[in-house]
Structure formats: C-alpha cells, structure tokens
C-alpha cells in the first residue's frame, strides 16, 4: 500500500460541530480512499466560520499533499467555503461563466428561477479549476496551493460521493503509483460484534488486517491483504474465518471482484429469484422497516408481494385473522401471535413465505416477563413454521432495525435448507 501520500478530509458545517448531524462524507471518503492503495492520516471538522476555516485550510497545505474538503458550497449565506479560500490564499472570489451555465441548467430542470442566492453558487476562487457537479446545484473546485492540492466537494453525501468517484479518485490514480490492497468483507448477522471478534483472535497473519465494522442489522469483518498476497493464502484464512462464523456469515466481498448488493435483504432476494419463489411479511414491532428493507432492493417486486403493518390487536385480527383468544392466552408479544401473521400473510398474499414480527420496541411497554426489546419473529413455508424469541439491546431504533434484519437472516436460513 502506497503510505507515502499524506491525505486529509476536511468537513465543514456548524451542523456537524453541534453534532446534530453525523458527518458520514469523512467514512466514505476515507473508505474509498484506502481501495486505492492510499490512506487518510486526518480528519478535522469546523464550523461556518470564515475565519477558522481559513486557518485550518492554511494549517493543512503544510502538512498533507491532498486535502479533501466537503460542505459550504451552497446558496445561503453559511455556505462561505469559497470566501474562507479566498481569505486563507488571498484568492478573490469571482463568477465563474462555466459554473454559472451549471448551475443555471439545474435551476431550470428543476423548474425553478435562478435568483441571487442561487447565484452564488457560481462563484470559484481566482485560479480554481471547476469539478461539474451532475446530480446538485452547487459545483465543486479544485486548486493548487505549492505541493498540495485541494479538492472542495459539497456535504451532501449523495452529491460528494458522486463527485469522489467522478473528479476526485481518478485524479488520485493518475498522480501516483498505486498498488490497491486486496479487500475481503464478511457480511455477518445474528452475532454481536464482540463475539465476533472474540472467535477471529485466533486468525492472524503477516501482512494482514482485520477491521469490525457495525452497520445495523449486521457486523462486517474486513480483511486487509497487503498487494501481492497470494490467492491461495487468502481463500484459505476466508474459509477458516467463515468456519469459526459459522452460518452468521451471509455475504462475502472482494474488491477485485464483481460488485453487488450485499445486505441481508439483497441476498435473501436473490435467493428467492433463483428459487422462483416469493414472499410477504405482516409486521408489528417493525412499523414497515422489513418492506422497506426489501423493497430497497432493485427488482424486488420479482420476489415481494405485500406487506401489512399491524399494530393494534384489532388490526392483527382484521388484516390477518388472529383469533381474540391468542391475545388473551398469550399476548401479543408471542409465539403463538408471531406464528400466526406468517402464516396468515402467506396465506392471504398467495406466497410461498411469509415473515412476521412482534414485539416491544420501547422504551415504554416492557414488563419483567417481557421486557423492552423482547421479540418474537417467524417464517412460514414449505416445510412448516420457524419462529424465534430475541432479546435485543439498545433504543427502540436499534430494537427494530435489529429485528428487521433478524426475520430476514431467518428466512435466510430458512432458503438455505430448502
């Protein structure tokens, strides 16, 4: 891996420094950074001020030779990353006739008069070079200040990863000579990421990095090869990491290889297209989070139908035909309950499987029987009915994204032995 290249990510946004949003760009960027062979060294998050983003941009043409910025290149007056350039390099700001035809196209396509604030989006600092933005308003820029370079890319996270892949990466590849690692991630699900690092201490080997990742519902266990490693070496530690794994690994990933979908919604999808078959969920706990899980995928109206959200007893019983007397017997959060919405939704739906969740989300509702994060999932198809009780941690966004994934990783096995 080429470790000679100092790179460091910049995001700005007084947004970021409260904290109130979570500054993903600087993940991705470094991520992708890394598939190159290359590594950032830095990362550093300011505020809307025109003042400190100038000093810090000052700070870092001394100490990295490419530095990526993200954020402040909008319409509002906030947005004052050109003016801080301009400030930190004594490099006016200056209308930009190409920029300004960019941003005057995307005005009209979206049916709207360019005005005076979306103007200023047309603005580069003197000598910048103009990096086309094809999915925002706002372009990005690039400039050289003595051996450094930077690169200013918006914060929307849609818009800068566009860029990255477009502008920046490429411009990356033919400065320097780049030997990319080979990268394996392990996709696993229904294990926690202690546990899971607890069974990989046994593997190590030369030249070789073992990183965890949580990406709710699943841990990724990612696997670093120096360049050159040989193939047989590196199917060998796979196979015994997915031998200690066990069946909690549902995807595996390498960099040189086909790209894909990997959630535990895209594989579960891609199995039932190979099987032909579908399926349908009725869900509780998960407020439509499994439908939406599913229906993210692309092509999934191959392999899904329907799905019902019940909520209330009344529309349990209504929508799926639970009898009264289950509720009564044995509650809603159940076996008896959960069982009887996959199957009922297969039967309704016309589908070969049917998946259901119930459960307690929190943080109120929980009883020492049953407390917050009790819930039940279960899949119905041929064969039979398998259900499952979890006892989940966290919030309820953690209850339910953990439960979503769950009743999919169920399904999953449930595929696997058919």
Known sequence: MTKAVKIEVISLGDELVRGDVLDTNSAQISLAIETLGLAVWRHSVVGDRVSDIAWLLRSAVGRSREIICTGGLGPTLDDCTVDAVGRAFQ?????DPQALGQVARRYAAMGRELDPSGRRQARLPRGAGLLPNPGGTAPGFTLRRGAARLWFLPGVPR??????????LPGLRANYELTPPLVVTLHCIGMSESVVQERMRVL???GLRIGYRAVLPEIQVRFAFEPGAEKE?????????RSLLGRAVFAVEHSDGPKGDSTIAAVVGRTLLEKGQTVACAESCTAGRVAAAITSVPGSSGWFTEGAVVYSNQAK????????????????????VATTLAQAIRRRAGTDWG?????????????????????YVAVAGPGGTTSRLLRLPGDREMVMALATGSVLDLLRRRLEQA
Do not use: D, N
């Open 355 to 375: 998946i259901s969740t119930t459960g307690i989300a929190g943080p109120t509702g929980g009883t020492p029987e049953k407390p917050v994060g009790t819930v």
């Open 317 to 336: 019983s209504r929508a799926c035909g639970v009898p009264g007397r289950l509720f009564v017997e044995h509650g809603a959060v159940s076996e008896a």
């Open 204 to 206: 190590s080997s030369p």
């Open 159 to 168: 818009e800068m990863q566009a860029m990255l892949e477009l502008h920046v």
């Open 91 to 95: 490099l006016p700001a200056q209308e």
């Open 233 to 241: 070496h590196v199917a060998s530690l796979v196979e015994r990491a």
